[in-house]
């Protein structure tokens, strides 16, 4: 099947369920989690073969800053429906859907130069997976955080506000954020690890930024968790130190690769 194809059949699944998850939080159509899930599987397997036919060629994997991008939002929206099977967190559909259509649209209309990791690295792949794994998780972790401290503005000036009415409650709220961050800080703490590991030169390669914004992030992340269990941090502070850490997360992945690829034109 065509590339064009697969894109466009992805971007219309993902209208569509983004339409469904608007309608049911402005209350005009009540939640159906079998058809939710039907649509954004359908969406997941499109999104994966364009993934297959554009990301994996020449023996290897191209892990260039757009393609790169359209592998993490396939991860983002698969671990949102993994989530949402036990989880409340069907708002996080209106964010991770135009995030997926976004980065289509731009692998499509966008092109940088590649940079192939060959099959035969898996060292390097495995560091890849782990790698993009926490970035799509601490991506929804940063939407969590976002809505959280709407919810915290929202309680304190209009209660009943659509957005109070359609979110879970604040306790789940602060839960399930913690939840995705401790996830989350497992598996940064797992590819900053196999980075050291399989990379010969973890601080050259034009990685010395990447390395340094990674380990900052971790700190800022685990600086919340212990921040949380010490001092009970929750609420406005918890959403404002979740998305700092996210804010260093973006710099030293989409950073980096923005400045090599767009800015410098350097494949690899």
Known sequence: MG?????????????????????HFRGRVQANLAITTL?????LVAHG???????HHDGG???SLFKSSVLISWLIVFLLLGLNLTKPVGSLF???YPIAMLTIIMALIQHTPSRVVPDQ??????HIALSVTAYSLFT???????LLQLQNHQLKHNYNSLLVRNLPPLQTMESLLFEMVWAGVVLLILAIVTGALFIEDLFGQHLAHKTTFSLLSLLVFVGLLVGRYTKGWRGVTASHWTLAGCALLMIAFYGTKFVLEVVFQQGG
């Open 3 to 23: 590339t064009l194809i697969l894109a466009v059949t992805a971007l219309f699944l993902y209208s569509v369920g983004t339409a469904l998850q608007a309608l």
């Open 39 to 43: 649509i954004g599987v359908l969406a």
């Open 49 to 55: 073969l364009l993934i297959a036919q554009s990301v």
């Open 61 to 63: 994997f191209d892990f």
């Open 94 to 96: 209106l964010a991770g």
């Open 121 to 126: 690295s898996y060292g390097m792949l495995s």
């Open 140 to 146: 929804l972790a940063a939407i969590q955080a976002i």
